[in-house]
């Protein structure tokens, strides 16, 4: 009976999880284009609104919303993923002056939200010439990407050091021991890295819509364009567009994660050292 309740209310909590999910996808599917609350399942079906999705007007400009993110998340996630390891590296592995001193700012600097230095980065930005451009997304979403480098040392640390002191007794260097020795070992979270640093600017809604300001519908990202489908004013007309970009836009993560599940299991079951 304990184990009957446990699994009822694992199902609850699914179901009050995945039911919006699935009338989102529903609604993409249905014939009426604005919001229908009055049944879950549409009364008949058609791809129309992913043919219209795709089409350009006034009011809806998703293939270029999605190219946009797609250029800020892939750019983000190469130097992200970069930024995260190396600094992960150096301070699991690396002992140097002020080093505690580092790791405890980059702790402090966790506890206050992103959120309170928006304005202050806003500023910058807009006296560098970067607002409404895409560069001065990557350089929000990337420059403070290092500081998220706790979860990446906590499993380098888990990295026998004995395999880095082989490493240098055969002469190599630092770069050639956290590449092709330190790396090849921790699969598992450069695959968690990867897919956190690509997800975080694919879905950010806050920093995208303080730095695109201009409402020119070629400088807004998927975020911002889909939220604009949604108001007052399109919101009867472009709904179920809206949820066919939802549909849509989560194809990529599902692609990636896909991919990068097979090195995440690897990572896992491959030891360093065969007994």
Same mark, same amino acid.
């Given at each position: 009976?304990?184990?009957?309740?446990?699994?009822?209310?694992?199902?609850?909590?699914? *179901? $009050?999880? =995945?039911?919006?999910i699935l009338w989102l996808v529903l609604t993409s599917f249905g014939v009426d284009e604005g919001p229908n609350i009055t049944r879950f399942f549409p009364e008949?079906?058609?791809? &129309?609104?992913? %043919?219209?999705?795709?089409?350009?007007?006034?009011?809806? &400009?998703?293939?270029?919303?999605?190219?946009?993110?797609?250029?800020?998340?892939? @750019?983000?996630?190469?130097? *992200?993923?970069?930024? /995260?390891?190396?600094?992960?590296?150096?301070? &699991? !592995? #690396?002992?140097?002056r002020f080093r505690r001193g580092l790791m405890n700012m980059a702790v402090i600097l966790n506890l206050f939200p992103g959120f309170l230095g928006m304005i202050?980065?806003?500023?910058?930005?807009?006296?560098?010439?970067?607002?409404?451009?895409?560069? +001065?997304?990557?350089?929000?979403?990337?420059?403070?990407?290092?500081?998220?480098?706790?979860? %990446?040392?906590?499993?380098?640390?888990?990295?026998?050091?004995? =395999?880095?002191?082989?490493?240098?007794?055969?002469?190599?260097?630092?770069?050639?021991?956290?590449?092709?020795?330190? #790396?090849? =070992?921790?699969?598992?979270?450069?695959?968690?890295?990867?897919?956190?640093? !690509?997800?975080?600017?694919?879905?950010? @809604?806050?920093?995208? *819509?303080?730095?695109?300001?201009? +409402?020119?519908?070629?400088?807004?990202? $998927?975020? #911002?364009? =889909?939220? &604009?489908?949604?108001?007052? /004013?399109?919101?009867?007309?472009? !709904? %179920?567009?809206?949820?066919? +970009?939802? $549909?849509?836009?989560?194809?990529?993560?599902? $692609? #990636?994660?896909?991919?990068?599940q097979r090195f995440y299991v690897e990572g896992i079951t491959t030891g360093a050292v065969k007994g």
């Amino acid at each position: 009976m304990r184990t009957f309740l446990r699994h009822a209310l694992l199902a609850l909590l699914a *179901s $009050v999880w =995945l039911l919006p999910i699935l009338w989102l996808v529903l609604t993409s599917f249905g014939v009426d284009e604005g919001p229908n609350i009055t049944r879950f399942f549409p009364e008949e079906y058609t791809l &129309s609104h992913y %043919a219209e999705l795709l089409r350009p007007d006034s009011i809806s &400009s998703f293939p270029t919303w999605f190219v946009n993110t797609l250029i800020v998340a892939v @750019f983000t996630c190469v130097i *992200s993923t970069a930024f /995260v390891l190396m600094t992960a590296y150096a301070m &699991s !592995f #690396l002992r140097f002056r002020f080093r505690r001193g580092l790791m405890n700012m980059a702790v402090i600097l966790n506890l206050f939200p992103g959120f309170l230095g928006m304005i202050a980065v806003y500023f910058i930005l807009r006296e560098a010439g970067l607002t409404n451009s895409l560069t +001065g997304l990557i350089i929000v979403y990337s420059a403070g990407a290092s500081v998220d480098y706790l979860i %990446a040392k906590g499993f380098f640390d888990t990295v026998s050091p004995s =395999l880095r002191e082989a490493a240098w007794v055969e002469g190599a260097n630092e770069w050639v021991v956290f590449t092709r020795i330190i #790396l090849p =070992l921790s699969k598992p979270i450069v695959v968690y890295t990867v897919i956190s640093s !690509f997800l975080y600017p694919w879905m950010d @809604f806050v920093y995208a *819509s303080l730095i695109m300001s201009s +409402g020119v519908a070629s400088d807004k990202t $998927v975020a #911002l364009g =889909l939220f &604009s489908l949604v108001d007052k /004013v399109n919101r009867n007309r472009y !709904f %179920a567009r809206f949820c066919a +970009g939802g $549909v849509v836009v989560s194809v990529p993560i599902s $692609v #990636l994660f896909i991919i990068m599940q097979r090195f995440y299991v690897e990572g896992i079951t491959t030891g360093a050292v065969k007994g």
